[in-house]
């Protein structure tokens, strides 16, 4: 075997070590990233349940001070339908306000290119015009209606 050919069969095992390294670490990095999302799942269970768990202690520490729990539920409820409400609304105007804005842009871009037909129409008209006359030579026409329309 000369060397070319080992150098070949050198490249050719690098390259696949290469590559049986690189889908090692692609397959440990989607492992760990399962892992990561099982721990933070387990988590949020965990501070939910402990929230739960405060909660309910709260509420037997009121109630053995002879407190009624029902209005702060109430009052919770209350502010939970709000707030959606509040949200909804939000959205809906949100929504007219966008639909409103696209409309303006539309009419803008509109006028815009109007203004701009106009112009190139009349640009074009007079270079007609120069031509026609054979005053100037066809390029210096161009040049000048090409510099009024910047």
């Known amino acids: 075997m000369?060397?070319?050919?080992?150098?070949?069969?050198?490249?050719?095992?690098?390259?696949?070590?290469?590559g049986t390294a690189v889908l090692t670490a692609r397959k440990a990095a989607v492992s760990a990233g399962r892992v990561g999302a099982e721990a933070a799942a387990e988590a949020g269970r965990?501070?939910?349940?402990a929230s739960r768990r405060s909660a309910r202690r709260a509420q037997r520490r009121l109630r053995r001070s002879g407190l009624d729990?029902?209005?702060?539920?109430?009052?919770?409820?209350?502010?939970?339908?709000?707030?959606?409400?509040?949200?909804?609304?939000?959205?809906?105007?949100?929504?007219?306000?966008?639909?409103?804005a696209r409309k303006k842009a539309a009419?803008?871009?509109a006028r815009n290119a109007r203004d701009a037909?106009?112009?190139?129409?009349?640009?074009?008209?007079?270079?007609?015009?120069?031509?026609?006359?054979g005053t100037v030579d066809a390029r210096q026409?161009?040049?000048?209606?090409?510099e009024q329309a910047r």
């Open 2 to 18: 000369n060397e070319v050919q080992a150098m070949a069969k050198a490249g050719e095992t690098v390259g696949a070590a290469l």
């Open 46 to 49: 965990a501070s939910r349940t």
């Open 69 to 100: 729990t029902g209005p702060l539920a109430d009052g919770v409820r209350h502010a939970r339908e709000t707030l959606a409400g509040q949200a909804s609304d939000l959205s809906r105007t949100t929504g007219r306000q966008a639909r409103k």
């Open 107 to 109: 009419k803008i871009a």
């Open 117 to 133: 037909r106009k112009a190139l129409a009349a640009n074009a008209a007079e270079a007609r015009k120069v031509l026609a006359a």
């Open 141 to 146: 026409a161009l040049a000048a209606g090409a």
